[in-house]
């Protein structure tokens, strides 16, 4: 007993050091020690400072970390890897969470550390029969401290070094046909004409949540006799092609300075078999690694159409990907999903009961439709706009913006050819004619 606990206190500087090298991929930083975590947040807390550390890496080869709660008590649990130095992890965990009573036991395949609180912390780490390696276990049976969580994360990490020179979220995404956009390059609030109901409800269901994470779970502590997240998981835009879905998935990664996963459904699937259903459990779990994004799934419909009729075996093995990837997301690291579909009536039943609300992006009436115009023509006056709007009734956002720009097309080819000097904008008439057409 004497011997280890003299080679625990050797141990406190090496430790320390350990912990210095570690990767700066860590989460959030946690708050004042005195805070506590209920389970599931403190869940999703270990979970994503997982993938951010293993970002790049396949699941497989990142070690697992086991939740529970039972009754009162909740358990977290991970195995170390082969020859990591115990007595610097177990230095580790009383550096972070501050003086505990450590004791040691025979247990079933040799000597147990045992490290516990007045406070209700238990920590057990057990070495296994045949390999030298162990089983690191905290439980306790009240919420968790930040300081706790933060020993679960850095003894983990030590207990798993991984590669650092592995491929990167980003390449990972890009590689499986993702298009990455950086919330720098998103497009102003005001870009997208009209659609102020629309906007209002991507305001209440998207940005708040993610601005202010904080206000959220407050209010859930406080009315759920159960805690569980009340922040979207996932939201659907539906409407027809052309009316703002993904232009406003980058207006709202502007907003929340959130990187945006464009994932067109071609990318997903393809002809070998389980690879498609593979790509897309793959784009959610780098995904979790990003922190702060919104992963998009454009034409959803084409992946999740009703299990009521005949569909392809592929596709429903995609589409049980699907369904269960967004019950296991995670939104208490500031990733949503954002489905977007012009079928939303295809799409199945259980899949839709998944998304937490549905926002409608429908054809642009005619103030709406003047506004786009006003985007796209705005040396036009008031009155050419209204006309211009009247008449393009039934055309979508991306029909006025493709329309404005035949004609600057072929008012550049008109002035060109006419060789003149000066050059003007195109008139009135020339986008009266393209809209009467």
């Known amino acids: 007993m004497e011997r280890w606990r003299k080679s625990l206190t050797a141990h406190k500087n090496a430790a320390s050091l350990n912990a210095e090298v570690l990767p700066s991929k860590q989460p959030e930083e946690l708050v004042e020690t005195q805070d506590l975590f209920p389970y599931h947040q403190a869940k999703g ?11 790049g890496l396949k699941d497989q080869e990142l070690a697992p970390i086991s939740f529970s709660r039972e009754e009162d008590t ?63 276990r905290f439980t306790t049976e009240r919420d968790l401290k930040s300081q706790e969580i933060e020993a679960i994360i850095n003894t983990y990490k030590l207990a798993n070094p991984t590669n650092e020179g592995g491929p990167k979220p980003k390449e990972v995404l890009e590689s499986l046909g993702a298009i990455i956009f950086n919330p720098e390059d998103a497009p102003a609030w005001d870009y997208l004409a009209g ?31 159960n805690y569980e997240s009340n922040r979207p998981k996932a ?63 454009d034409e959803i419909d084409s992946l999740a159409t009703t299990r009521e009729n005949d569909i392809h075996e592929v596709t429903r ?3 049980s990907v699907l369904l269960r990837k967004i019950d296991g997301f995670v939104p208490s690291e500031g990733t949503i999903l954002i489905g977007a579909t012009n079928r939303k009536n295809d799409l199945d039943p259980a899949l839709l009961s998944r998304f937490n609300t549905s926002i409608e992006f429908p054809l642009p009436n005619m103030d709406e439709r003047q506004a786009i115009f006003k985007n796209y023509a705005q ?5 050419g706009l209204v006309t211009l709007a009247g008449k393009g009734d039934g055309l979508s956002g991306r029909d006025i913006k493709n329309l404005c720009e035949r004609v600057e097309r072929s008012w550049a080819s008109e002035l060109i050819t006419r060789e003149l000097e000066v050059v003007e904008a195109p008139p009135l008439d020339n986008y009266l004619a393209w809209v009467e057409k």
Request: glycine share 8%; with cysteine; proline share 4%.
């Open 45 to 55: 807390i270990i979970e994503q400072a997982r993938f951010r550390y293993g970002e």
């Open 74 to 136: 909740s358990k977290i649990e991970f195995e170390t890897t082969e020859g990591v130095d115990i007595l610097s992890l177990l230095a580790a965990i009383v550096q972070t969470v501050g003086d505990a009573e450590i004791t040691s036991f025979e247990g079933g395949f040799g000597n147990v550390l045992f490290l516990s609180k007045k406070d209700g912390l238990r920590v057990f780490l057990m070495p296994h029969m045949f390999s030298p390696t162990y089983t690191i």
């Open 195 to 225: 659609y102020e109901g629309a906007k209002q409800q991507v305001k209440e269901t998207v940005i708040f949540p993610l601005q202010h994470p904080e206000i959220y779970e407050q209010i859930a502590q406080k009315t759920r006799r």
């Open 235 to 297: 939201v659907l835009f539906e409407g027809p092609p052309g009316t703002g879905k993904t232009t406003m998935a980058r207006v709202i990664a502007g907003e929340v300075e959130a990187t945006l996963v464009y994932v067109p459904i071609e990318s997903i699937m393809t002809k070998w078999y389980g690879e498609s259903e593979n790509n897309l459990a793959k784009i959610f779990s780098t995904c979790e690694g990003l922190g702060n994004s919104l992963l998009f799934l």
């Open 317 to 319: 093995r995609v589409l």
């Open 379 to 383: 040396h036009l006056s008031e009155a």
